[in-house]
């Protein structure tokens, strides 16, 4: 069992920066970022493979979030820059011990593992 605990969310203007950070309690291969706004489908992000630092984007936030991680603190990391009113929504981060295969990385059934969210606010 792997525990994830987000945190960075907040309440900031558009064209603002965020940087959330999840906290994983043991190591998995497999780690990425999703976001659900309220009436939506959750929606992958970014993921990124522990090993080989691997990583793939959404259309939607790719030139404006970057994945990264820190594998000695089991650390995942989402830089978000440029926000929009859109980029609205609870941030999950999500996690699995295994590969996760290039083709369903924005499969939120592909990953064994959820933290609990961290809310992003962005205002005009």
């Known amino acids: 069992q792997v525990v994830l605990v987000e945190s960075g969310g907040g309440s900031v203007q558009a064209g603002g920066s965020l940087r959330l950070s999840c906290a994983a309690s043991?190591?998995?291969?497999?780690m990425g970022w999703f976001r659900q706004a309220p009436g939506k489908e959750r929606e992958g992000l970014a993921t990124?493979?522990?090993?080989?630092?691997?990583?793939y984007y959404a259309d939607s936030v790719k030139g404006r979030f970057t994945i990264s991680q820190d594998n000695a603190k089991n650390a995942l990391y989402l830089q978000m820059i440029s926000l929009k009113v859109e980029d609205t929504a609870m941030y999950y981060c999500?996690?699995?011990?295994?590969?996760?295969?290039?083709?369903?990385?924005?499969?939120?059934?592909?990953?064994?593992?959820w933290g609990q969210g961290t809310q992003v606010t962005v205002s005009s």
């Open positions: 999500a996690a699995d011990p295994a590969l996760v295969r290039g083709s369903q990385w924005c499969f939120r059934a592909e990953y064994h593992y």
């Open positions: 043991g190591y998995t291969y497999s």
């Open positions: 990124i493979y522990s090993r080989t630092g691997i990583t």
